[in-house]
């Protein structure tokens, strides 16, 4: 494509973490959006760069008007000025009159910055005229935003309907997240292990249907784990469970059995009185949990089998926690389990880290540059992996 003397719009996530003060507590998401931007303004674009933050539409001020100086972009200013090595423009709307004026002034090799895309109540509604607007501000669309493709935002998706193929594209960013999986979803070196944690069945249940036929190995932990235990006919006490997946839990273990496919449970537990990080605590059978107990981590020999297994891998896939590892009397397992993915990864393997939460695991740990891939975006990438046609790609390639 040329860009040369282009307008470009890029969509990105820097959809960020800020503390209170509106500093920047994690930077990843601006970072992994920086390739691309340096790439098109060394090839001669005036870029300009639209991101949401935050949920400013739901998160109102008392008197119901929107929180402008919290969900502004422009926190994102200075931290974006400087990993670019030069200054960034900033619009004080998305698609108003300054942003149209300085949309038009942009010259080559500079960057503007629009103000929050979710400021607008068209965008989540995938408002075709909001989009319009937006596309009018450029020659040519890309997609960088991995972490919101799976939204059929204005800004996300019906935007890009409006360029005609040869004026749209996606990002590096882009590029690599999908290539990664890719590597995992198509002829993956076997053996093949994904692992599978988290609170809920009920959020990964598609994932563990369509793992059944990828995988060699899945193996299961966190709070979700204790559905099965029950449907295994176990007791868990007061641990997380879903009473109404119980059926689907044995579905899922008939379904992998049928198919050859080992599903392996943490066959002991960290267990503690109280959700807190005070309680007291006991390391159980997993299929015998005293009441007034709950199962808030894998348990030592858990953690080894899971290790023996991943270790053996040359594929594997992580995604939640395997324990509540926000606390840190319950993140052993979790860490374990990070461990073990890094072994695997100098053994050899092509490990991919596709969740939120084992994403904040990795890089708590400091082991993100020891693994193959950290995927940005946790939602996206579940709905990717459970084979969901995500509306941000396919309007780029639709
Ligand atoms: P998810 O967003 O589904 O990946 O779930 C992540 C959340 O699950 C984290 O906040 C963990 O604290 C929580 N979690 C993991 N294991 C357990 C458990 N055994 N009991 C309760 N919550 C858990």
Known sequence: MNFKDKKVLIRVDFNVPLDKDFHITDDTRIRAAIPSIKQLLERGSAVIIMSHLGRPLKKLKEDGSIDRERFTLKHIVPRLSELLGQPVLFAKDTVGTD???????????????????????????????LAQKMANLADIYINDAFGTAHRAHASTSVVASLFDAKHKSFGLLMEKEILNANKLLNNPERPVTAIVGGAKVSDKMLLLDKLIDLADNIIIGGGMAYTFFLANGGHIGNSLVEKDRVELAKNLQQKAHQKGVNIYLPVDSIIADAFSEDAHTLVA?????PDGWMGLDIGPEAATAFGDVIKKSKTVLWNGPMGVFEMPPFA???????????EATANGAFTLI??????????QLGLADKVSYVSTGGGAMLKFLEGAKLPGIEAIEG
Do not use: C, Y
Not at 101 to 119: I, M, S, W
Not at 285 to 289: P, Y
């Open 285 to 289: 059978n997993s299929m015998d949990i």
């Open 354 to 363: 596709g969740g939120g939460d084992s994403v904040a695991a990795i890089n």
């Open 99 to 129: 942003a149209t004026k300085k949309a038009k002034e942009l010259k080559p090799g500079q960057v503007l910055l629009l103000e929050n895309t979710r400021f607008e109540p068209g965008e989540k509604k995938g408002d075709r005229e």
């Open 332 to 342: 052993g397992g979790t860490h374990s389990v990070a461990k073990s993915v890094a």
